[in-house]
T-cell receptor
Framework: GQSLEQPSEVTAVEGAIVQINCTYQ??????LSWYQQHDGGAPTFLSY????GLEETGRFSSFLSRSDSYGYLLLQELQMKDSASYFC??????????????FGAGTQVVVTP | DVKVTQSSRYLVKRTGEKVFLECVQD?????MFWYRQDPGLGLRLIYF???????EKGDIPEGYSVSREKKERFSLILESASTNQTSMYLC?????????FGSGTRLTVV
């Protein structure tokens, strides 16, 4: 069956580093993306990895290993505003313009002072 | 920036009612989606559309239908609302690797 596994909750203090792991088993794989969602808000796009390796965008980095069906999102220099849910999502369709995604259940990140 | 607008933030409907959820995007995206979000289950795809009048079932289409008469507008229809359809509904549109979501409609069926 299809599944994406990620931890349900992670707690860390301001300034720390948090790594959210995501393992996947899907019918197709054309990329792994990450979304952030604050309480009551819409999910917002953070990053996308189609190829193996690390992608860095400011304080956030995302990593992919296709051979291990595994990726992670790294949040550095944690700030209180980073408290949110983070979802990994696998693109299952090969066509460039399609966005059919399979989502994980989400990881609640709690940042404490 | 892409703007995806959902017509209602909160809705309360009665069991058996026909419910319409409306979504409009302003970036001329071909692809649009309806997801529902429930605690512990993440986002699950109900239907998607890759062109006007074209639609494909997602993972949980039962009890729902969709309509896309214009490129910018994608409607989700609950033919006969039931209490197990109480949920947060998210509309989205996409271009290539990025999906942009609306703010969601929290639907309660009583």
């Amino acid at each position: 069956g299809q599944s994406l596994e990620q931890p349900s909750e992670v707690t860390a203090v301001e300034g720390a580093i948090v790594q959210i792991n995501c393992t996947y088993q899907t019918s197709g794989f054309y990329g792994l993306s990450w979304y952030q969602q604050h309480d009551g808000g819409a999910p917002t796009f953070l990053s996308y990895n189609a190829l193996d390796g690390l992608e860095e965008t400011g304080r956030f980095s995302s990593f992919l290993s296709r051979s291990d069906s595994y990726g992670y999102l790294l949040l550095q220099e944690l700030q209180m505003k980073d408290s949110a849910s983070y979802f990994c999502a696998v693109r299952e369709t090969p066509t460039d313009s399609w966005g059919k995604l399979q989502f994980g259940a989400g990881t609640q990140v709690v940042v404490t002072p | 920036d892409v703007k995806v607008t959902q017509s209602s933030r909160y809705l309360v409907k009665r069991t058996g009612e026909k419910v319409f959820l409306e979504c409009v995007q302003d970036m001329d995206h071909e692809n649009m989606f309806w997801y529902r979000q429930d605690p512990g289950l993440g986002l699950r795809l109900i239907y998607f559309s890759y062109d006007v009048k074209m639609k494909e079932k997602g993972d949980i289409p039962e009890g729902y239908s969709v309509s896309r008469e214009k490129k910018e507008r994608f409607s989700l229809i609950l033919e006969s609302a039931s209490t197990n359809q109480t949920s947060m509904y998210l509309c989205a549109s996409s271009l290539k690797m990025r999906v942009d979501f609306g703010s969601g409609t929290r639907l309660t069926v009583v």
